[in-house]
């Protein structure tokens, strides 16, 4: 199996360069950051961010043959080779496959990403009927990972104005929970033109999103919100 | 070289939902926190949780505390401290409609009270029908818990050092621990954290076998900066095998397919829990459920070509069932082992999963040594809950859906007695330069540029001794030449280098400081279990194939240099009865 890899380390290299590794014959069913991790054997200073391997923590998000993903979820079988990977597009490199998010988890602060209740607390669980939980199914599911965020040309463009898919996927999490008392502000401080209108319904987020979420669904349920709210 | 220093009232060292819960306790209490965490931290492991947490709100069966006290007392074969299990039994309701306040979005019956799952070794009316004690969002708990901790903390303004990398503690010339020396991963630079009390909150050591549920960055690394604090290892040997990892892969199936119904199967197509736990079945406890199916396989029984797993069946809950209540594990199925369980059943085998040992501590999360006047003196300051710490609730054996209650009841109640601390210790103390320097030469020892070995190597190799040596069923020989064995590679550890001497986020660093870490808890490990001339819970020697209360119910207490001492349970509980030890059938 073949890999092309991105390699950058701003203390020692002037610019960027594609390297290449050859793993031989690969078990079946191999993923792609047991790949990376056999790479990363042969050459320690190899660079990228893993940790439970299994498509829950986010670490490992890429861009992969083009597409935004996780290695450990992505099977090398299925992928065209020398398999080409590069970091996260369009977010400052740190080192190799390693972005800085910094302006990502900015974002997501931004939307105030926690549950509001002001009411003196039930000393137990306040209620929701399984249909408003419901609700939250495709939403809380979020792993942070960014994929999504940096496949979005809106984000490209106005990375410090427009929130990103990411962080209105949360803004409308909390807006849809029933337990949550707080939608005016929420709704209130998505308006103007860019926050949340920079999103033309491209749709790249859906497409790479590892969990299957879909931000621009969200998106358009809060537009619905405001609009109703402000009839 | 001077370093730079920050201030803090407490230092938590680790973002999983332990130092996440502590972190928003002391933030709401206008303590100033440092949280320093390795990874973003909603990237800890707590987030891989899937199946629940305990807590016996009643919402589906009846139920209460005490029968959860006594399911977990009997779940760690007797091990477990009754002080600190009433303690968190107690509190498990509390802390779970806590949750529910901070956001948690938990799945949900028709009531809308929270849903409840039944998961192992869960009972009513001690040790009659089985409860239905664990609080679910879906099969993505963890997640869930996780990542609503973290945004409330965002909401108190907690400090947070992402992805910055706890070398080792610090101290006064007089030993108190006052902070950590930590590395900025994307500068590679060293930073000092000052703290008037530290909390170690930094998860378990699973990547301790090869093939294990735990994420690669569950090294033990707060075990280890204890070890060399000084301070010992409790109950080290106990090392849980969680009974449905996918089997070769390791990726965990919650024991809450198990709870919803499901059930294991051999070549022969028999339910075989059923010979092993005639009551409980397929949730019996994990130790018995693990070994019940390395037996199955040994006697060759096991299924696929190789006859080296069983099989889980869950087809018979229907499609609706698992996509509503175990999505995640069916995505997980499906993604590594290309097996639907909505048509087909999946291959498990016992795998590697969580640490029962620990840093020793109260139930209070104070760090507690032996001394001459008493086994357990605290030390001020110090502190450790979650995976890391051993309180000890779960003993020899933890229950499934324990954990995250272990690490939400002892996370808080650590801040608790912090916020206690910091009004009777206003001020810093003087850091002793010797114990920065020490610190410091673990980082730049591996800038030495002379040839020798990777760290790579010698830690595939120690990942195979470990499950070779030290695994589900262990005896005498097997486990002095695994003693032997660790012990060479530990000597190979002192000789390897780097060959990447770059500061920006080296990751080849990192994993070396790891594996060191990972070293020590090795030799822990396998030190207290060769000692232990007993059967008990996750411990199972086929030289001493009883439990015997008699000369081992104690806790074993293992020292950096590989001396081990011992220590009594503390079998009486805050106000109710004692649960003597019985015999364990399920
Ligand atoms: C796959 C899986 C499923 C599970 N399911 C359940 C379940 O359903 N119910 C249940 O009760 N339990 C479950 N458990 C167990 C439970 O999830 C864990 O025991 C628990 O989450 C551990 O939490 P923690 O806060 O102690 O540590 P972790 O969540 O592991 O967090 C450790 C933290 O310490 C930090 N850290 C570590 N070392 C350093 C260092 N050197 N420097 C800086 N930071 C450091 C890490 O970055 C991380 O933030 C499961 C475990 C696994 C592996
Ligand atoms: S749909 Fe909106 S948010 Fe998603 S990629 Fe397109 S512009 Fe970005
Ligand atoms: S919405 Fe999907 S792609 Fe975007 S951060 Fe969340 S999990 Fe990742
Ligand atoms: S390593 Fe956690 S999502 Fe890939």
Known sequence: ?231 | MTIPKRQFDTLIIGAGGGGLRAALQLAQADASVAVVSKVFPTRSHTVAAQGGVNAALANVTEDNWHWHMFDTVKGSDYLGDQDSIEYMCRAASRVVYELEHFGVPFSRLDTGKIYQRAFGGQSQNFGGAQATRTCAAADRTGHAILHSLYQQNIRAKTHFFDEYFAIDLISDDKGFILGALVMEIETGEPLLIEAKSTLIATGGAGQLYRTTTNALINTGDGMAMTLRAGIPLQDMEFFQFHPTGIAGRGMLITEGVRGEGGFLVNSDNERFMERYAPNAKDLASRDIVSRAIAIEVREGRGCGPDKDHVLLKIDHLGADVIKKRLPGIRQSSITFVKIDPIYDPIPVYPTAHYTMGGIPTNRYGQIVVPEKESPEVPIPGLYAAGECACVSVHGANRLGGNSLLDILVFGRAAANHIIGYLKENRYHRPLSQESVDKAMQRLTRWDDKSPGESVDEIKNELKKVMEDHCSVFRDKQVLKDGIDKVNVLSDRLTDARLTDHSKIFNTARVEALELENLMDIAKATVVSAHAREESRGAHSRVDFTERDDVHWLKHSLYYLDGQLEYKPVRTKPLTVDTFPPKPRVY
């Open chain 1, 1 to 231: 199996m073949k890999l092309k890899i991105y390699r950058y380390n701003p203390s020692q290299d002037q610019k960027p360069k594609m390297q290449e590794f050859d793993l031989g014959e690969t078990a079946p069913g191999m993923m792609l950051l047991e790949a990376l991790l056999q790479c990363k054997n042969s050459d320690e200073s190899l660079s990228f961010r893993r940790s439970c391997g299994e498509g829950v923590c986010g670490s490992d998000a890429m861009n992969i043959n083009g597409r935004n993903g996780l290695a450990c979820i992505t099977s090398v079988a299925d992928l065209k080779q020398p398999i080409v990977i590069r970091p996260l597009p369009g977010r400052p490199v740190i080192r190799d496959l390693i972005v800085d998010l910094s302006g990502f988890y900015q974002q997501y602060r931004t939307v105030k990403p926690y549950l509001v209740y002001n009411d003196p607390k039930p000393e137990v669980e306040i209620l929701q009927s399984p249909e408003d939980r419901d609700e939250l199914d495709g939403l809380y599911e979020c792993i942070l990972c960014a994929c999504c965020s940096t496949a979005c040309p809106s984000f490209w463009w106005n990375p410090d104005k427009f929130l990103g898919p990411a962080a209105l996927l949360q803004a409308w999490r909390f807006i849809a929970d029933t337990r949550d008392q707080a939608t005016e502000e929420r709704l209130a401080s998505l308006d103007g033109p860019y926050r949340m209108f920079r999103c033309h319904t491209i749709m790249n987020c859906v497409e790479v999103c590892p969990k299957g979420l879909n931000p621009t669904s969200a998106i358009g349920k809060i537009r619905q919100k405001m609009l109703k709210q402000s009839l």
